[in-house]
């Protein structure tokens, strides 16, 4: 079984803008989002993946990933997954060798920027950068699959 222990993050300022190492802009929409699963289509360049995610508050969710051809991608997203799109541009920083993932949001999310740090155990220690804010892991909010329904400009 796949899982994903990560950890979500504000930002106290624009400094990490400084150490960013690369960014890729992401479009993903959402074909099912019920208590227990999310299911997603996410497109990044030319690629393309489906998403299947445990939607368990915390830390720690099964996630599985498969990559599908881009012009499917782009029809699902288009036809069949619920609006608003979630578009972002995520930007990757390191810090004491650990990668952080900085998602800055587009469009109806527009405004709102969350960092994450994905690891391997939830034992795993990691230091927080001078950057980084207050968590919001445990807040529904920030997940991607609340955003497509709720998006940040209408709270």
């Known amino acids: 079984m796949a899982i994903e222990i990560e950890h979500k993050f504000l930002l106290k300022d624009e400094s990490w803008r400084e150490k960013v190492k690369k960014a890729i802009i992401f479009k993903q929409g959402y074909l099912s989002s019920i208590p227990t699963t999310s299911i997603r289509v996410r497109i990044s360049d030319e690629q393309a993946w489906l998403n299947i995610k445990s939607a368990t508050i ?10 599908i051809p881009l012009t499917d991608a782009n029809q699902i997203i288009e036809l069949l997954c619920k ?37 391997d155990s939830e034992t795993q220690p990691f230091t927080i950068p ?5 968590e919001v892991t445990q807040d529904i909010r920030y997940y991607n699959n609340n955003l497509a329904v709720n998006p940040y400009n209408s709270w």
Not at 58 to 67: D, H, I, L, S, V
Not at 130 to 134: A, L, S, V
């Open 58 to 67: 915390g830390n720690k969710r099964m996630e599985f990933e498969y990559e």
């Open 130 to 134: 001078e950057w980084i804010g207050q």
């Open 83 to 119: 609006k608003p799109i979630i578009e972002k541009t995520r930007h990757y920083v390191e810090h004491e060798n650990k990668t952080w993932e900085i998602d800055e949001f587009h469009g109806e999310n527009q405004g709102l920027i969350v960092a994450e740090i994905e690891l």
